[in-house]
């Protein structure tokens, strides 16, 4: 069944709601999952922001300087990681948080701009562990 207007609607509506409950979320997010089989993913434009990008490469600098390559190693990775999400949200002309959905995964862009988006945030880093604890059984 394709994913329609109204569920993409329905789940983007819980960013701003009022009167947010995280079993009404959990109840809506289990029932789209199940109708669609769809794996998602929390992308975080709040924390790889341009911000922590110029840290890195100032880190990535001194590090280098001071002869700490692989902390180096480790600042430059995180600084790719900026530059792609940085990428990311230009091409995708992300102003705000929201739900997309695109070729079979549900992705939820968070920029820390939604009422109720740091809840929605920390119920998708909850499930993803769940799921890794499950996996690693």
Do not use: P, W
């Amino acid at each position: 069944m394709a994913v329609t207007k109204q569920e993409m609607i329905e789940l983007n509506d819980f960013l701003e709601s009022d009167n947010f409950e995280i079993e009404k979320f959990d109840e809506a997010y289990q029932s789209f999952q199940k109708r669609h089989s769809i794996k998602a993913e929390l992308i975080d434009f709040e924390y790889y922001n341009e911000q922590r990008f110029e840290e890195a490469k100032k880190q990535t600098t001194i590090c280098i300087n001071s002869q700490k390559y692989e902390e180096a190693s480790s600042h430059r990775d995180i600084r790719k990681k900026c530059q792609k999400h940085i990428e990311a949200k230009t091409k995708l002309q992300i102003e705000e948080s929201n739900f997309r959905y695109e070729q079979d995964f549900l992705f939820y862009s968070y920029l820390g701009t939604a009422k109720n988006d740091k809840l929605i945030r920390e119920y998708f880093i909850k499930e993803k562990q769940a799921r890794q604890k499950e996996e690693n059984k």
